[in-house]
T-cell receptor, first 113, second 108 residues
């Protein structure tokens, strides 16, 4: 069966510090991978998605970036965090083209202080 | 540019059916209707999807009107664990667009 891992579960970082969140998927090959953010009391916002290694599509211009160094690994990064980067970050995967059956990880709750 | 309209909240009695409406009057012919739910502090969970026909799985049933401009998600026997935010989404691409959803509270 497929499993998705995210770490860390919670993170408190000062403004201006770097960020690296990692997501890995097990039990499937060539998944589509996604990063979402959910600000407090708000809906989910798609940040990035990837349909293959090295292929990243950005949905919202911001100080975040994403990379996919391996087939089942997706990394979300920032060089300098802003207060507005606080939120619940979720990684998800799907298979096939245009699939809306996305499966989400447990999330990372980031607080920027 | 929300493509769906859902009531902000609804209550349901435990053991009864919960009927969650969704309007999507601008849906295109090749767009699916998807439902997800998000239990507090967890990632969203896929529930069901459909194109034209009604669908049923172990979690829920999806009823889509003939003109496809609206749909209803039915939880046949709601339990306290079904308390969550339910999202109705339409599209045919990689990108899910989550709106505010309906906060469903199941009461004992």
């Amino acid at each position: 069966s497929q499993t998705i891992h995210q770490w860390p579960a919670t993170l408190v970082q000062p403004v201006g510090s770097p960020l690296s969140l990692e997501c890995t998927v097990e039990g499937t090959s060539n998944p589509n991978l996604y990063w979402y953010r959910q600000a407090a009391g708000r809906g989910l916002q798609l940040l990035f998605y990837s349909v293959g290694i090295g292929q990243i599509s950005s949905e919202v211009p911001q100080n975040l970036s994403a990379s996919r160094p391996q087939d089942r690994q997706f990394i979300l990064s920032s060089k300098k965090l802003l207060l507005s980067d606080s939120g619940f970050y979720l990684c998800a995967w799907s298979v096939g083209s245009g699939s809306y059956e996305q499966y989400f990880g447990p999330g990372t709750r980031l607080t920027v202080t | 540019d929300a493509k769906t309209t859902q009531p902000p909240s609804m209550d349901c009695a435990e053991g009864r059916a919960a009927n969650l409406p969704c309007n999507h009057s601008t849906i295109s012919g090749n767009e699916y209707v998807y439902w997800y739910r998000q239990i507090h502090s967890q990632g969203p969970q896929y529930i069901i999807h459909g194109l034209k026909n009604n669908e049923t799985n172990e979690m829920a049933s999806l009823i889509i009107t003939e003109d496809r401009k609206s749909s209803t998600l039915i939880l046949p026997h709601a339990t306290l664990r079904d308390t969550a935010v339910y999202y109705c989404i339409v599209g045919n691409d990689y990108k899910l667009s989550f709106g505010a959803g309906t906060t469903v509270t199941v009461r004992a």
